[in-house]
Nanobody, 117 residues
Framework: QVQLVESGGGLVQAGGSLRLSCVASGSITSLNPMGWYRQAPGKPREVVATITLAGEINYADSVKGRLFTISRDNAKYTVYLQMNNLKPEDTAVYYC??????????WGQGTQVTVSS
């Protein structure tokens, strides 16, 4: 079992910044990839960004060029999402995701991000 615990969500005004963190614990062999997804009310969950062990990064089109930065500290089993210039449409529950070497998917409990206009 792998546990993922997110932190860093909150309420911020448009144009503001937040940094999300996700710490993995439990039966960790290698988590690859790790990433962030989000789900707004009434919408399906969507990927925001993913990062592999080797550092390969992919961003969703919706956040490309918007000063969202994903990073990971493999020694600490932690993945981060720095979000700058937030917009009201970024309001959602943000979920941490990790896939183990055996192909099992794990999700965190989610952290609320609310951007006011």
């Amino acid at each position: 079992q792998v546990q993922l615990v997110e932190s860093g969500g909150g309420l911020v005004q448009a144009g503001g910044s937040l940094r999300l963190s996700c710490v993995a614990s439990g039966s960790i062999t290698s988590l690859n990839p790790m990433g962030w997804y989000r789900q707004a009310p009434g919408k399906p969950r969507e990927v925001v960004a993913t990062i592999t062990l080797a550092g390969e990064i992919n961003y969703a089109d919706s956040v490309k060029g918007r000063l969202f930065t994903i990073s990971r500290d493999n020694a600490k089993y932690t993945v981060y999402l720095q979000m700058n210039n937030l917009k009201p449409e970024d309001t959602a529950v943000y979920y941490c995701h990790a896939k183990t070497s055996s192909g099992t998917d794990y999700w965190g409990q989610g952290t609320q991000v609310t951007v006011s206009s």
